[in-house]
């Protein structure tokens, strides 16, 4: 792997805390995810399931944790597979875990091959009550593909249909919602390295270069500095383009006198930061560019001085929204009568700014966690308002990660360059 190792430590705390949710007599069975194909014989870059990587550290394929922490033989409480290796695998795709690894990574000490699964689940599945099986239970996901676990589902129900099925996603998206000690230096560094493309492209962006140009730069830096590459599809979005919430074209000259939205950030070790800012391709914003820029980052001043413990979702996205839309009637969008007769399942502030302010962060940019938990210390959340008008062909966005502490919050993206006046500088140093 390209990051430095993880203490071990992390994924051990980790499944005993899993172990303290499950009902007596239980075993769970996590699954790695598949090998996507493409066409012929390509496939797609192998991604962890975030939930098996939270619990073993185990980056590769074919891998299958089961916990079974009633188990009457202690050896068996903990079992982890990993797919064998031979000379033509290790001439044709490289190193693959040894057993011996695998334990130093995950902390596991049972150890099989994949290939043993079936007979050692044999030997454990009847004297278990409850099966946790694992599936995607985010509420934007619209999963079309047959996964991995849900062919894992069909067959254990299929074959012992007189167990007591449970969900293991409940229970993943409450451990994974509060991050632990080690979680927070991986989502550091991934943020650590994302200024650094940032700060690269200030000096790198002008009137007549390509948004794709300004994609090469930024997977330049963070390549080199051991991420994978894009923690998600880069938006970079200039002119009219940036009123296109989800832009990933990426294909147009950045003209003079346009703002570019760049929704970019990097992984490091699965985890992932998740950065916007707004830059004037000329290097100075327009009188109204200013104002729109400004409004914005009042606006998300604000919203982050409400991530605090005890925060409940809706009523933080109300009071965020309130705030937008005494900036857009300041801006001229909206009028006092537009609020006063709009409708309460789509307030007027919604025609230039229709997306959430914040999403959980973590393994996933979109981490599981759920809206109806008031917020806690140790929960990571994006700040991401924006105002876009398509009849100005201006689109403004800004976005920083913000980690809950007892005593309020941290901003983890508070060394990125946000104010119009740092950004202008530099780009023009």
């Known amino acids: 792997m390209k990051y430095q190792p993880i203490p ?13 949710l499950l009902k007596p007599k239980s075993i769970a069975v996590l699954n790695a995810n598949d090998v996507l194909p ?21 980056d590769q394929e074919e891998t299958i944790l089961l916990l079974f922490p009633d188990a009457p033989d202690e050896k068996h409480r903990e079992i982890l597979f990993l797919r064998e290796t031979n000379d ?4 044709w795709e490289g190193y693959k875990y040894t057993k011996e690894h695998a334990r130093e990574v995950s902390g596991i000490k049972t150890v099989y091959w994949t290939r043993q699964f079936e007979s050692v689940l044999r030997t454990l599945i009847f004297e278990a009550e ?8 985010h509420t934007r996901a619209d999963v079309v593909v047959e996964s991995r676990d849900a062919r894992f589902i069909r067959d254990f129900q299929s074959r012992f249909p007189l167990h007591k099925y449970e969900r293991l996603a409940p229970l993943m998206h409450y451990l994974r919602a509060i991050k632990q000690p080690e979680e927070i230096p991986l989502l550091d560094e991934a943020i650590r390295i994302t200024e650094d493309g940032f700060r690269r492209l200030l000096g790198f962006v002008k009137p007549g270069v390509w948004e794709y140009e300004i994609e090469a730069e930024l997977l330049h830096e963070f390549v080199r500095q051991r991420s994978r590459g894009f923690a998600y599809e880069p938006i970079i ?6 009123c296109v919430l989800h832009y990933i074209e990426n294909s147009k000259q950045c003209k003079a006198g346009d703002v570019i939205l760049l929704d970019v950030a990097a992984e490091y070790a699965n985890y992932n930061a998740d950065l916007t800012r707004s830059i004037p391709v000329s290097g100075r914003y327009s009188e109204r560019q200013r104002q729109v820029y400004d409004a914005v980052l009042r606006v998300m001043n604000e919203a982050k001085a409400m991530l605090v413990p005890g925060g409940l979702w809706d009523e933080y996205h109300k009071e965020v929204g309130l705030i937008m839309g005494s900036e857009l009637k300041g801006l001229g969008l909206i009028t006092q009568q537009d609020i006063d007769n709009q409708d309460p399942d789509w307030p007027a502030y919604k025609k230039y700014f229709m997306h959430g302010t914040s999403h959980f962060l973590g393994l996933d940019v979109h ?6 938990r008031r917020f806690e210390p140790g929960m990571v959340f994006t700040c991401e308002p924006g105002i876009y008008i398509p009849e100005e062909g201006l689109g403004i966005r800004l976005e920083n990660n913000i980690l809950i502490t007892e005593n309020g919050n941290t901003d983890m993206m508070a060394g990125i360059p946000i104010e119009a006046e740092e950004i202008e500088s530099l780009m023009n140093s």
């Open 237 to 242: 979005a200039s002119g009219p383009s940036a």
């Open 367 to 372: 981490d599981v966690g759920s809206k109806y």
């Open 130 to 137: 409850h099966l946790y099986l694992n599936t995607n239970e």
């Open 8 to 20: 071990n430590a992390l994924f051990t705390r980790n499944r005993q805390r899993l172990a303290g």
């Open 38 to 58: 493409t066409n012929a014989d390509g496939t797609l870059r192998f991604k962890q399931n975030s939930d098996l990587f939270y619990l073993t550290g185990i």
């Open 88 to 91: 033509h695998i290790a001439v």
